[in-house]
Nanobody
Framework: QVQLVESGGGLVQPGGSLRLSCVASGSIFAFDAMGWYRQTPGKRREFLAR???????LHDASVKGRFTISRDSAKNTLYLQMINLKPEDTAIYYC?????????WGQGTQVTVSS
């Protein structure tokens, strides 16, 4: 059973930084790609960034330059470094693992940007 567990969310002031983590129950190389998404109430889940098995990273234009996806294969962990956070970044952030035709999701971690 594949499990993804996010952590690192919390309350941060505008302009602050957070690093989210997503620990996989097995090797992250079991996934074809892994990524980060976020969702706010009443809206669709929004793509933020992904990293392929080969290590190629892609960031959505809306967060490029502020958010950076990375991974540590030794720790089976995916990261999302977020800087210069804005109130509109407030959302639940989800980790995703794509494996063939299957998608796996974590339970999400809440990020709140507020003064």
């Amino acid at each position: 059973q594949v499990q993804l567990v996010e952590s690192g969310g919390g309350l941060v002031q505008p302009g602050g930084s957070l690093r989210l983590s997503c620990v996989a129950s097995g090797s992250i190389f079991a996934f074809d790609a892994m990524g980060w998404y976020r969702q706010t109430p009443g809206k669709r889940r929004e793509f933020l960034a992904r990293i392929s098995k080969s290590g190629r990273a892609l960031h959505d234009a809306s967060v490029k330059g502020r958010f950076t996806i990375s991974r540590d294969s030794a720790k089976n962990t995916l990261y999302l470094q977020m800087i210069n956070l804005k109130p509109e970044d407030t959302a639940i952030y989800y980790c995703n693992g794509a494996q063939g035709s299957s998608d796996y999701w974590g339970q999400g971690t809440q990020v709140t940007v507020s003064s």
